[in-house]
């Protein structure tokens, strides 16, 4: 019986590993002729070494394994190897072999190799198609500010957003508050907050957001409200009723 080929696409070093010595525990006989850390390495792997499988993770830089799985269509035999499962539904219609999630198990893995072994003896699928009909599924990796550039006197600085400890409402306008200084922004306080990452800017209230990482000490009222003490400044910042939930354990 011909040896049967198969190159591993995955861009994170020590899954890559981790899938190549499972698949040689599961499968000794398998010749992995190659490795690839991106989709355009993926590519050219799929094109110089023409492997019988493609071991491929659904989310890489360069191309992802969707644009890559389209290169493949007709070519190998795809095995989606990756930690988004709302997919597998849809890649089985269209042919692809298998859809293994991670982290990697020697006896999924294993029934992918049953699989595979029955498969061989047909043609690849045509998955030409594939990628239309995934690609909406996949959330954009949301590219969030990192550093704008504001007005000082005659001047423009540049300011990194990490460095913005508070951005508060101006009228049409914002202030941001950073240890040493304060600046104005054309832009309204909702424009900015689309632009900055919830998970480290938090609204506290109607006309506040504030960087979590900056809080000091959080105070608690007589009357149960709460106000933040941010670190290198001095004033306090009101949190409303609305967001103090934020806060629940303070």
């Not at 023409?50 to 799985?69: C, H, S, T, W, Y």
């Not at 043609?123 to 009909?133: E, F, G, N, V, Y």
Request: include cysteine.
């Amino acid at each position: 019986m011909k040896a049967v080929s198969a190159v591993i696409a995955e861009d994170e070093p020590l899954l890559r590993q981790e899938i190549r010595s499972t698949l040689t525990e599961v499968w000794p006989e398998l010749t992995l002729c190659a490795e690839a850390a991106d989709g355009l390495q993926a590519i050219e792997a799929l094109e110089t070494f023409k492997p019988e499988i493609l071991f491929l993770d659904i989310q890489m830089p360069g191309r992802n394994g969707l644009e890559v799985a389209r290169h493949a269509s007709g070519k190998a035999h795809v095995v989606f190897i990756t930690a988004y499962d709302a997919y597998a539904v849809q890649a089985f219609e269209e042919g692809a072999l298998d859809y293994v999630l991670k982290p990697i198990s020697a006896e999924r893995l294993k029934s992918t190799v049953e699989r595979l072994k029955v498969r061989l003896r047909e043609p690849p699928a045509d998955l030409s198609h594939l990628a239309d009909l995934l690609k909406t599924m996949i959330k954009p990796e949301v590219q969030y500010l990192k550093w704008l550039t504001v007005p000082h006197a005659s001047e423009l600085r540049v300011v990194a957003v990490s460095e913005i400890l508070y951005l508060k409402a101006d009228n049409k306008y914002t202030t941001i508050a950073t240890r040493s200084s304060t600046f104005l922004l054309t832009s309204s306080l909702k424009e900015m907050q689309t632009k900055l990452d919830p998970a480290v800017f938090w609204q506290i209230h109607r006309s506040t957001v504030v960087n979590i990482s900056a809080i000091d000490t959080i105070y608690r009222s007589f009357r149960g409200a709460l106000e933040i003490k941010l670190k290198d400044r001095s004033e306090l910042l009101p949190v409303s009723a609305a967001h103090a939930h934020l806060f629940k354990h303070a």
